[in-house]
């Protein structure tokens, strides 16, 4: 069985206008007419078959166009359809188009011929453009226009039907008539044919569409021939060259650490600091990652010295602790867990205290903080700087038992 080719089809429910769409994208759509297979639009807009595909994928995403086989009917079109040449100002009708039985059958004074033709131009009315009813090109000006309207009024005015009975096609006469004054009034106001002009999509005519080709051939030209340039200056200036990589070794970091490739991306940071330490950007960039490194390194060691202080090991948990402040001496959690644990263990409080101290200068926000500081203190019979720190404490922490029953001892003595 011979496979059934898919055809492209513009959906009738998208509105063009607020879709940013590539040279490519407008290109292509421009020639889907919902009969064209994907190897014909290939043909038709020169570029292979793997590329079209790829330029149609987008446009499917972008809601713009759903793919059928050429076996289903194509959905109906959003855009106007194309304009047929027209003899005597009338458009040419197609073949396949159905007149409704009941408008055919209407009893008044048009012939066969007649009655298509307004039935055929009324269903069209929301579909073609100003300029497509009128038959003027887009830049036509304000005295062709109005020569247009003329000669098709002729066609369509109220009087020229009145020796006529018109039954249910005179609304249809009406209806016509008024939408060619208003494409006449639109396109002779300079400030609305603007407004007109940038609120519909117009099918690229194929001197448009050369000229927008070129022109983007034109600025990818000159983007290659601005990046030569730039590769050439950079080459003969050493102080151009550093700064080009010190922004590559940036660049790297900033990816690197994306990827959570910390010590990778520190050591590019630091390269790019190193080639120009001037970009604070590149500086914040080797503290940031730094940080972000050391956290974690420790992170594991400070989960085991976790666990241990759970289990009251308390030998166990400052082995573990003294390495993450021996590796992250800033580190606030790590120096508060210390002194805790060597507290517990009854180590000397001078050590104590200097852990204990160097945890309120790094997480002064943290309670327990204070309170390890207020027991250093206690025990070295520093009662009024005891007191400071259990209130600190309380104050952080409301609900902190443990220091408001210290609080209270140094205060009542019970």
């Known amino acids: 069985m011979t496979d059934i080719p898919i055809v492209p089809s513009l959906r009738s429910d998208v509105d063009l206008t607020r879709v940013s769409l590539s040279v490519d994208d407008m290109f292509l759509v421009s020639r889907i007419d919902g009969r064209s297979s994907v190897a014909d639009l290939a043909v038709l807009i020169g570029k292979k078959a793997d590329e079209t595909q790829k330029i149609l994928e987008r446009l499917v995403e972008l809601g713009l166009v759903s793919l059928g086989r050429g076996s289903v009917p194509p959905p109906r079109r959003s855009r106007p359809p194309p304009k047929p040449e027209s003899t005597g100002g009338v458009f040419e009708i197609p073949d396949n188009f159905i007149f409704p039985v009941g408008l055919m059958q209407d009893k008044n004074d048009l012939d066969v011929n007649t009655r298509k033709r307004i039935i055929w131009i009324h269903e069209n009315l929301e579909k073609w453009t100003y300029y497509e009813l009128l038959e003027v090109d887009r830049k036509a000006d304000k005295e062709a226009v109005k020569k247009a309207y003329r ?3 002729k066609d369509w005015h ?13 609304k249809l006469v009406e209806a016509v008539f008024k939408r060619l004054t208003e494409a006449q009034r639109v396109l002779t106001d300079v400030k609305a044919r603007l407004a007109y002009d940038q609120s519909v999509v117009f099918e690229p005519t194929e001197e448009e569409m050369k000229e927008l080709l070129w022109r983007a051939g034109a600025e990818e030209r000159e983007k290659r021939r601005e990046e030569e340039r730039l590769q050439k200056r950079i080459a003969k200036n ?14 790297a970091a900033l990816a690197l650490e994306a990827e959570g490739k910390l010590m990778e991306a520190r050591r590019q940071a630091q390269m790019a600091v190193a080639y120009d330490p001037k970009p604070t950007e590149y500086v914040a960039l080797v503290e940031r990652i730094s940080d972000l490194a050391v956290d974690h390194r420790i992170a594991p060691i400070l989960k085991r010295a976790k666990y241990h202080e759970s289990m009251t090991q308390w030998d166990e948990a400052m082995e573990y602790l003294s390495e993450a402040v021996r590796v992250a001496p800033d580190n606030g959690t790590a120096r ?6 060597m507290l ?3 180590q000397d409080i001078d050590e104590v205290m200097r852990h204990a101290q160097k945890a309120v200068v790094l997480v002064p926000e943290d309670a327990e903080a204070h309170y390890v500081a207020g027991r ?10 005891a ?18 029953k210290r609080l209270n ?6």
Request: proline share 4%; net charge positive; with cysteine.
């Open 151 to 153: 000669e098709r009024s």
């Open 158 to 170: 109220p009087d020229g039907f009145r020796a006529k009975k018109l039954g249910a096609f005179k």
């Open 238 to 251: 050493p102080v151009l060259l550093k700064k080009q990589q010190a922004k590559e070794f940036y660049e």
């Open 336 to 341: 508060l867990r210390l002194a805790y644990n």
């Open 344 to 346: 517990m263990a009854r």
């Open 376 to 385: 250093c203190c206690e025990a070295k019979d520093m009662e009024k700087n």
């Open 387 to 404: 007191k400071k720190h259990y209130e600190e404490a309380l104050r952080l922490r409301p609900n902190f038992q443990d220091a408001k």
């Open 409 to 414: 001892k140094l205060k009542w003595g019970f």
